[in-house]
């Protein structure tokens, strides 16, 4: 499906695109532009602190949207390990403008959407389903079985964390676990929308396709809804795009009562750092594919603008609408599969349910059922760097002393290869659990290069919209048009 759940489903909650009319042009017409910005603050700059920081990040309106954001945190920086955080403890929030084209319709309706983050279980032993398996009427990751006032996606690991992120790259392969993961569920349109924060140590290769450097600092990966999971199965929703302008606002708490969460380094000037990757646009029209229903011809109007270059109002443009024009009638469903025109990866083309159900093979957002090349993506990446300057203590001209064990005994420290055990002082919940895992590991993901399979661009949208998040968790991968 052209937009799956949300933000990520992502997402479950916040981010998009609204567009200025450019006329009509053909494929020579403005450039693809994404040009994300990011702020960085911290709320108490002193040596050894345990403060919140917060991170803003926009991408401007006509801007496509993100396919990736990977955030690192500086590596002097203490970062507590979510074994010595109690299960369900208070880590953030996350506020985000979604702006979302519904019920075929083009990028009108802004959405606020805002999550609670707290800290979930890193337990691969103990997990829990996306989907809805025991026929409660909410899915799996958002029930209470055991009413310990916790959503199981908080207290369990999600299942399809195991197959998204792997020491191999493959849905098969060993899973490759966090040090740290904060879990915010929210409604969004009726519907629980789950947005997940992991934290990996220094140096873990997320994807072939993202710097992985460990001066770069701790990679901080997004998830929101089970987007990634190649398992997933779409489904018809009333959301079809996924808009700019973003804007998002992530506050990361540095404690929870008495529990530590974050420790600043010593007196320096601390650079964070992004790695973002915009949607590809295939035709060159300035339109990402995810949003462009004539993705590989230059539309003659403008996709975020409702109407323009679209006569019969059916979310098709005239480049590729084989009947455009008011006397002919408005067919919503050109291909009477069951996704609408705005929310099909092959709008001309039946590929639904009864059919191969929005297969996307090379995840570049055109279905394989029209796709040319169905195993060669369609379109360039575009990619950004944006970073933030944050000055602790005295400052200087460059990072100072890391903050280390000694200072921090429950920090992630590289000498090991686990955080430490349930046993070494783990803060312990109101139900006894802790969110320790004694199989942690930092196993680099080796993906194929040359299938583009890997977590990067595993992106699913699908909810409501899309959030982009720095600091406590900093990137949303987000995939319109089917797995």
């Known amino acids: ?14 981010a998009l695109m609204a567009v200025m009319l450019l006329g009509n042009v053909d494929s020579a017409r403005a450039a693809t532009t994404f040009n994300p910005t990011l702020q960085v603050s911290v709320e108490n700059p002193a040596t050894g602190a345990s403060s919140s920081f917060t991170s803003n990040l926009d991408i401007p309106k006509g ?20 074994d ?24 009108n309706t802004t959405l606020p959407v805002h999550f609670d983050m707290q800290n979930g279980s890193l337990d691969p032993n103990d997990t829990v389903a996306y989907e809805d398996t025991d026929d409660s009427g909410t899915a799996d990751y958002a029930d209470d079985l055991d009413n310990n006032g916790f959503f199981d996606a908080v207290d369990k690991y999600p299942i399809w964390l195991t197959r998204i992120f792997t020491d191999d790259g493959t849905p098969t392969g060993n899973p490759l676990l966090p040090i740290r993961r904060s879990v915010g569920i929210t409604p969004v349109a009726g519907i629980p929308v789950i947005l997940q924060f992991l934290i990996f140590p220094p140096g873990t290769q997320i994807d072939a396709a993202i710097p992985h450097d460990e001066s770069l600092g701790f990679p901080s990966v997004t998830v929101l809804q089970n987007i990634g999971d190649h398992s997933a199965i779409p489904a018809p929703s009333i959301i079809n795009d996924f808009c700019t302008p973003l804007n998002t606002v992530n506050v990361t708490n540095g404690v929870d009562g008495a529990t530590k969460l974050f420790v600043n380094p010593g007196d320096g000037t601390y ?56 006397n002919g009638g408005t067919n919503s469903d050109q291909d009477g599969d069951g996704y609408q025109n705005r929310q099909d990866n092959c709008p001309l083309d039946p590929n639904g349910q009864e059919q191969d159900n929005q297969k ?20 360039d990446y575009t990619v950004a ?51 320790g895992s004694p199989t942690i590991t930092s196993v680099p993901v080796k993906p194929d290069d ?5 977590t990067i661009i595993a992106i699913v ?18 995939r319109k048009r089917g797995t």
Do not use: H
């Open 1 to 14: 499906m052209r937009l799956r759940p949300l933000l990520s489903g992502v997402a479950v909650a916040a």
């Open 63 to 82: 801007d496509v949207n993100f396919a990736a954001f990977i955030a690192f945190i500086p590596q002097q920086w203490g970062v507590v390990t979510g």
């Open 84 to 107: 010595n955080i109690p299960i369900g403890a208070n880590v953030g929030q996350l506020d985000a403008q979604s702006v979302l084209g519904l019920a075929n319709g083009a990028c």
């Open 271 to 326: 650079k964070f750092n992004t790695f973002a990757l915009g949607q590809r646009d295939a035709d060159g029209d300035s339109y990402e594919n995810s949003l462009d229903t004539c993705a590989l011809k230059a539309n003659v109007g403008n996709p975020r603008i409702t109407g323009d270059g679209d006569v019969d109002s059916d979310g098709l443009d005239q480049a590729c609408d084989p009947n455009d024009s008011v």
């Open 360 to 379: 996307d093979t090379d995840l570049d957002q055109i279905g394989d059922t029209c796709d040319p090349a169905p195993t060669t993506p369609n379109g």
């Open 385 to 435: 760097t944006p970073s933030a300057d944050v000055v602790i203590g005295a400052g200087g001209s460059g990072p100072g002393a890391a903050v280390t064990k000694a200072t921090c005994p429950t920090c992630y420290d590289k000498t090991n290869t686990a955080p430490a055990s349930k046993t070494s002082g783990s803060s312990p919940t109101a139900s006894g659990k802790t969110s």
């Open 450 to 454: 040359s299938s583009n399979t890997g």
């Open 461 to 478: 949208v699908g909810v409501a919209a899309a959030v982009i998040v720095v600091g406590g968790g900093a990137a949303l991968l987000m």
